[in-house]
């Protein structure tokens, strides 16, 4: 018995970083978005009563600090049954340390997989308060699609599916670890604009000029000195993106391209100087 589920990259179309709350979490507004840019997660039932993670990308450990082996056990905890014994084969693409949500997306993948296998009657919103426990971003990634995220992430609306169109999603050297860039913005306290009702409405008009002109990361204002982000974000908007953004706390930036053509040309010139850039269509 086994399934497979794509794990696909999620891009903030907008981050609104808000207060800091007396939990630690900060209140946030953003819509999210999946890209065609995906891990492939199999999960199989062994029978040995244990949950093993094998991964395909030697960096990643595999042990129960991974969030794709917390998220079976998460899940047989909340059907209340015991595990019967799962292996989970990760197959990495989405870069690691980006605020792509690579490893929320394989969580929630996990999720999804072990639903089907096990409690397909299981209401999805109960799937998504699971996935609540392991990340902020795996609510949404358990849900996909295009919704609009608040509180820490895990209060959801659906939008409508994005126009059809491509990204170009660079994952540059730096890392920002996502605690420390929330306590940047807490010492910095950065102006902050509020576009996500703009973007909602351009959204629900298919206009993908209007979207990009309202893009905005909160953790775009509390960049180290010596990031790259500027640097791509400019290069992207001068091979041809309608607009360009760091994705979450960073580091991969993504652009936004009407047309194939211009967004696989793009690519190519980027990749000359960042090698990890890549295609993705809008899902
Ligand atoms: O929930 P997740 O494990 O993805 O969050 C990682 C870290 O990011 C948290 O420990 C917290 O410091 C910070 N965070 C936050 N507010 C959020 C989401 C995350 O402060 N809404």
């Keep these: 018995m086994n ?7 999620k891009l903030n179309l907008t981050l609104e970083v808000g207060e800091k709350r007396p939990d630690g979490y900060h209140d946030l507004v953003s819509i999210m978005t999946c890209a065609g840019l995906h891990d492939t997660v ?7 009563g244990d949950i093993l993670v094998t991964c395909d990308e030697a960096a990643l450990p595999c042990d129960e600090s991974n969030l794709a082996w917390r998220a079976a056990d998460s899940f047989f ?3 209340g049954k015991p595990c019967p014994g799962v292996s989970i084969r990760l197959e990495k693409v989405i870069p690691m340390q980006a605020g792509l949500g690579g490893g929320s997306a394989d969580a929630a993948a996990v999720l999804r997989a072990l639903r089907r296998l096990y409690a397909p009657e299981m209401p999805w919103i109960q ?22 995220c608040e509180g820490r992430g895990e ?5 409508p599916d994005m126009p059809e169109c491509w990204y170009v999603i660079v994952k540059p050297q730096e890392a920002h670890p996502t605690g420390a860039m929330y306590a940047a913005i807490d010492a910095a306290r950065p102006a902050r604009r509020h576009t996500t009702q703009q973007m909602t409405e351009a959204l629900r008009k298919g206009d993908l000029t209007q ?17 790259e982000i500027p640097a791509i974000r400019e290069e992207l908007l001068r091979s041809g993106a309608l607009g360009a953004m760091m ?5 991969a930036v993504f652009g936004i391209f009407a047309e194939k053509e211009t967004a696989q040309e793009a690519c190519e010139r980027l990749k000359g100087r960042w090698n990890r850039t890549f295609l993705a269509e809008s899902v």
Excluded: W
């Design 211 to 227: 979207m990009a002109d309202n893009f905005y990361n909160t953790f775009e204002s509390v960049l180290p000195q010596e990031s």
């Design 77 to 79: 905890r909340a059907l």
């Design 127 to 148: 799937l998504e308060e699971v996935g609540a426990l392991l990340g902020s971003d795996v609510p949404f990634c358990v849900r996909g699609g295009t919704a609009r």
């Design 155 to 159: 209060k959801m609306e659906s939008l």
């Design 42 to 48: 199999t999960v199989e039932e062994t029978g040995r």
């Design 3 to 9: 399934a497979a589920e794509l794990a696909y990259a």
């Design 247 to 251: 994705s979450g706390s960073g580091s």
